[in-house]
DNA sequence: TGATGTATATTCACTGGTGAGTATACTTCG
DNA sequence: CGAAGTATACTCACCAGTGAATATACATCA
């Protein structure tokens, strides 16, 4: 219970990390973090001057990990660009599994905090999300693609489709579809762009 | 089933309809909704059972008015099949710019009591993006296109990604990028498929 | 060395307010 | 009358945030 060399901060938003995300924002108090912490919620509110500081610390220490694990996802993956792009599906189909799986909790923070688009949490998710599409973009461009900018979009919003869709339906199953969605887009993208090494008799466009 | 069509049900429902897409299920008590219905709790509570029983008529009472509104713009959409899926998209990126939109509220519900699967709003919500996805399907069925369940799926991956990443950076832009991948995706299909012999109503000239 | 000051970190007990839900009584109309 | 519908006024739990006090660590200086 007592353990004097904790890091009473890191407890707190580890709490904050486990509770927000299983039940919520405004599900959880801060009395419940406290308690899940082992602290007071005067401790809490030492650290944290607000709740709405402690829902920000919270998106804020998800986004470096969770863009770490979608480009480990990517880079490890075997295949050509559209098998690395679909990867990043299939592996959030195998983390949808997981009993305590609750989709992404940048996106049910923001469908949940929608009535306070200026909430300090609202920019660190909006902020997260662009990272990795602007990351996935590079990687498009990186390669030569026309159009990566939009690519990139189009696998965003399967991305953020299939991690609600899931949630709605209780079914991962869908990350699969969006992933083979998200293949063929790549593909298209892949075969109309610059010369490759192509044997077709593309035209020039007009 | 009981009939208790009175005037106060229906304020309340409105009112409930109101509020609870305006600011989110749990920002929201049935003080504010008895308030803004005119009436007292206990009036709320005669007519509906709980906040979760409110709740769930509220999403219920959405169910069919947001399915007819996708049908007529597909159906009223100029154009063959791709252009008809993605007028569905553009209205949706037309209604995002109404400063009072909040993404689906189907889903920002699901988002908000994902603690809670078995709520009775859940299953409100997944049935009506089951729905819809159904409605779709049949819409590629009757057209003769090969798999379309799974292209419903990517569709309905598409709109539902939609709605997320659009409240997320409050640009509606992004349905249109959407469109556009579900312009692209039902093309890839309506090529490959076999050929369908049912005269419809695509246009042959572009 | 030891006394004292100061910033950090934490607790207990509390406030003012709101939440869901209820007990009871009044009203109106068939 | 009596049932449907509404109102007043309540309970009890919880919640965000605070006041005052305390404990610990470490520095400064007499």
Redesign the pocket.
Known sequence: M?R?N????D??LTAANKLFYAEGI?????????EKA??????????F??????VEAYLASRDQPNLALYRKWFEEADGGLPDKVAAIFYQIATSARHPKWKGCGFLRTAAELANMPGHPAMKVGAAHKKKFELWLEQEFENLGLDGSAALSRQVVLLLDGAFSTILVHRDPDYAETAGEAARALVERAVNSSTPKRSGQMESANP
Not at 38 to 46: A, C, D, N, R, S
Not at 49 to 54: G, R
């Open positions: 007592n004097p904790s890091n009473a901060r407890g707190i405004r599900a959880v108090s801060l009395d419940n973090i406290a082992g602290v007071t919620k005067k401790t809490v509110y030492y650290h001057k607000s709740k709405d500081d402690l």
